[in-house]
């Protein structure tokens, strides 16, 4: 998932084939037991084992604002039984809006797919560095 203060970005995968498919972000309550609940309930009606959360660290790998604020949604869902993975996602965004550019997606559409085709993007990174793996 791609975590940000006014929408959540989601994404499913298989981890035994390395595939994410985008899927409809959440609006993002404010509140990160909120939140981590409205994560919860989505993964749990995808059939997800576990979660992964993007973790935006700053260009040199250190935590920035937001990362902290992760790490702690990160923590809230651990509390609720999910297990969870943080992943780097650095350029996550800026790589979901070349594809989108690259399949023709302009303007409003670009803007309503981003937080789940970044989320994807996480999720795609997570796999090919051998997270989720049997």
């Known amino acids: 998932m791609d975590f940000g203060s006014k929408r959540i970005g989601l994404a499913v995968g298989e981890s035994g084939f390395g595939v ?4 409809p972000s959440l609006a993002a309550s404010g509140a990160l037991a909120a939140d981590a609940r409205a994560i919860a309930a989505e ?3 995808h059939g997800a084992e576990a979660i992964v959360v993007g973790l935006p660290l700053a260009e040199d790998g250190s935590d920035t604002k937001m990362a902290r604020v992760c790490r702690q949604l990160a ?4 509390e609720l039984g999910w297990s969870v993975h943080l992943a780097d996602e650095r350029m996550t965004s800026v790589e979901a809006e070349s594809t989108m550019r690259g399949a023709g997606l302009k303007g409003a559409e670009t803007r309503k797919r981003k937080d789940g085709e970044a989320a994807a993007r996480i999720l795609d990174r997570f796999f090919a560095e051998g997270g989720g793996a049997a």
């Open 75 to 78: 923590e809230r869902l651990r």
């Open 43 to 45: 993964a749990e009606r």
């Open 20 to 23: 994410a498919s985008p899927k």
